[in-house]
Every structure is written in structure tokens, then in C-alpha cells.
């Protein structure tokens, strides 16, 4: 069985989805911590620039996003699933939920709290167009759009039911999660949570999955691990209508600012994923994959 490694660290909201879906599948696997801030050399050796957190590494197989790295894990390990009911509304609850994210990260920038000068200073380089010194101005408009997430929340579960979706886990519950359990580190974000007896209880269900057997690794052994792994075998694609084709020299453009652009060669296109292969010089061999969703992939050769 190959190892699973995910780069990540602690504090990073997106890893907890991925540490609490090894945990829910009761996975062993190793954790190499990557530097919160740029530069961040063992990962982008990997990724070949794409530096957003977390990435789940399998071999030579590395899987970029928390969306791409929940198909990876249920294909891993399909029992228990991640997708129990009907998979559009899990995938619609995911992202809905995790548009908090965002609206905390600019409450804490803007009101204070959790972040360090070094964490400013980064992402002020990773999102140029952004004005962070009007984050303060927006910080109540925030407070309402994640309060009104909040509210919706309760009302799901104010009808008793443990999970977000019925009886059982779905990745909707853990997509829920990260964005929401740091949000004690603000007063005013803290003043938010306070009141919501249903979504305090379900964080303590959901806590409860936890992590599964965890293991460090350091970086380097990682990418010797890479370098010594061959690519898994990958699924046939069929012909998409996106005039491209397979073995054409492309870049991947994550939508998501900031986030590091990845050229290599096509060599799977699928409904949901596409696949390419880069040679890194210390790992060798590698294929990268990414989900439809947020990532454009665009003919250069
Ligand atoms: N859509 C991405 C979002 C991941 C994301 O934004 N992660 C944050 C940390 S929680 C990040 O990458 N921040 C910048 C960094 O770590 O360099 C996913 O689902 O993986």
C-alpha cells in the first residue's frame, strides 16, 4: 500500500479537512510541516509552484486542493464514505461553507488576532491587488455575511440531527468544520459563536473524528520518497470538448489568486479532474492533479 503524505501545517484551516478526513477513514500517514509563509522550497519542488495548503503527496502522485485531495482519499480508502447522500448537496453545502473562510481571514486581518507580521506581510505579496489596509473598514459587513453563515448553520442542525446532512458524516460536515473552529481566537468572532447551542455541539462531534495515526516525516524524506516511486497507473480519459488534448504542453491557472501557477504536459482530462506530468529535478517523475473546479488549464505548446 503506498504511503500517504500531506504537507501542511497546524494552523492551517483547509489542512484540518484533510487531517479530519484521515481521520474519519481511519488512515495512517505521515505529516511533513511546510512553512506557513513563502518561500516554501520542499513543496513548490513538488507542486512545481503551486503553494496553497494543504497537498496530499502518494508516491509520485501529488494532489493539489482539499476538493482533489477528497476524491483521492475516498478512492484510497472508499469505506466509510465521504459522499453517504445525494453528492451535489454535499458538494453545494462544502463550498457554501467554506465561503467563511474567507470572511474570517479578513476579520482577523482587519480587527486583529491569530496572524503575525511575517503572515501579513506574505500574503499582502500573494494577493497584490488586494488593499489590506482597508480590510478594517470591511470588518462589520464581514461580521454579518459570517454571522448569516452561522445562522444557517444552527437551522440545519436545529431540528436535533448530529450531522449536516441527516444521520451520517459527509464531507459537507468537514468542509463546515475548518472555517469555523478557530473562530474562538476574536472576541468578536467568539461573541458570534457563543449563542449557537446546535453548532457548538456538532463541533464537538465533529472534533471527535479526529486526526487517525499521524506520523512526521521531514520534507526531504518526502521527495526521496517521490523520487523513488513511479506514478500510478491513470484512468482512461475520453475526449472533452475543451480543444485540448492529451500530451499537449499546458499551464494550470488555480482561480484562486495567489496561488502559484503549474506548467506540464496533459496527460488525463476528466469530468471532474485532469492530470499533468512534470519533471522536478529532485523528485523526478511526477503527476499532478487538480480539480475542475478553480483551475483553468490552458494550452501553451
Ligand atoms: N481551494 C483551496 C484553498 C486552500 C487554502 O486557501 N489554504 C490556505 C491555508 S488554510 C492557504 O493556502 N494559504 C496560503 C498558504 O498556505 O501559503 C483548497 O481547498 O485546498
Redesign the pocket.
Known sequence: MPELILHH?DM????EKVRLIMGFKSLSWHSVQIP???P?PDLTELTGGY????TLQIGADIYC???MCALALERFQPDPTLFPGDPATTWAVSRWAETS?MMAVTIFLGSGGLFDDDFIED?KK?LPGADFSKAKLIVPAKLMQLRSNLDRLEMQLGDGRPYLLGDQISLADLSAYHPHRFLDANPATKALLDPLVHVRAWFERIGAVGHGERRELDAKDAIAIAHDAKPAPLADSAPLPDGLSLGDAVVVMPE?PGSGVVAGELVASGLHEFAIRRQSERAGELILHFPRE?YLVIKTG
Open positions: 501545517y492551517s484551516p483547509y489542512a506557513i509563509v513563502m516554501k503553494r496553497r495548503t494543504p486542493d482539499t476538493k473562510f500574503r500573494m484562486e478553480d
